[in-house]
T-cell receptor
Framework: DTEVTQTPKHLVMGMTNKKSLKCEQH?????MYWYKQKAKKPPELMFV???????INESVPSRFSPECPNSSLLNLHLHALQPEDSALYLC???????????FGSGTRLTVV | GIQVEQSPPDLILQEGANSTLRCNFS?????LQWFHQNPWGQLINLFY???GTKQNGRLSATTVATERYSLLYISSSQTTDSGVYFC?????????????FGGGTRVLVKP
């Protein structure tokens, strides 16, 4: 299995909703990442997990809450988002001493 | 942090043409990847190439780490090559890599 699977593919949520994005990989990678991509911009790093522990938080607002329950799963919990948080959210994984990232197909989030 | 610049920002090609995309980076790196992002947002890994030259079908890439640049060559372009090409770099650390992306080259291949 050489894939990173993200669900859901599309999500529309209100500003008072709570939702979660899910990411799963079975490549034995011990580093996992969340990226945010706005239209016509490159992906920007949000969080890095290494060995299931949060190692990098790129000053992301607390309305985004990551979680890594085990070495195969990565969640991103969303609460009280703003319309400007609408974006493509990408999950990726790699070996900790990396030989390259593998990205999922993303969740396209719209906040209304 | 590391700065990554890609050129050109936009490229329009006639089907069958060849092209070269460039990526310059500001510091030494030990991870460099080229990605193709399709219209649905999927980032497809084309090459992991921190140094040297690799080829995969009509695509090839060269990284000259000492001079801090990488080139992606597309030969005999096809309409399916359209999309955005990103170069991304990182310095490997024990806490996981921080992969930094360039601004991308938007490629349109016309039939």
């Amino acid at each position: 299995d050489t894939e990173v699977t993200q669900t859901p593919k599309h999500l529309v949520m209100g500003m008072t909703n709570k939702k979660s994005l899910k990411c799963e990989q079975h490549m034995g990678h011990r580093a996992m990442y969340w990226y945010k991509q706005k239209a016509k911009k490159p992906p920007e790093l949000m969080f890095v997990y290494s060995y299931e522990k949060l190692s990098i938080n790129e000053s992301v607002p607390s309305r985004f809450s990551p979680e890594c329950p085990n070495s195969s799963l990565l969640n991103l919990h969303l609460h009280a988002l703003q319309p400007e948080d609408s974006a493509l959210y990408l999950c990726a994984s790699s070996q900790v001493v990396s030989r390259g990232y593998t990205f999922g197909s993303g969740t396209r989030l719209t906040v209304v | 942090g590391i700065q990554v610049e890609q050129s050109p920002p936009d490229l329009i090609l006639q089907e069958g043409a060849n092209s070269t995309l460039r990526c310059n980076f500001s510091d030494s790196v030990n991870n460099l990847q080229w990605f193709h992002q399709n219209p649905w947002g999927q980032l497809i890994n084309l090459f992991y190439i921190p140094s040297g030259t690799k080829q995969n079908g009509r695509l090839s890439a060269t990284t000259v780490a000492t001079e801090r640049y990488s080139l992606l060559y597309i030969s005999s372009s096809q309409t399916t090559d359209s999309g955005v090409y990103f170069c991304a770099v990182a310095r490997i650390k024990a806490a996981g890599n921080k992969l930094t992306f360039g601004g991308g080259t938007r490629v349109l291949v016309k039939p």
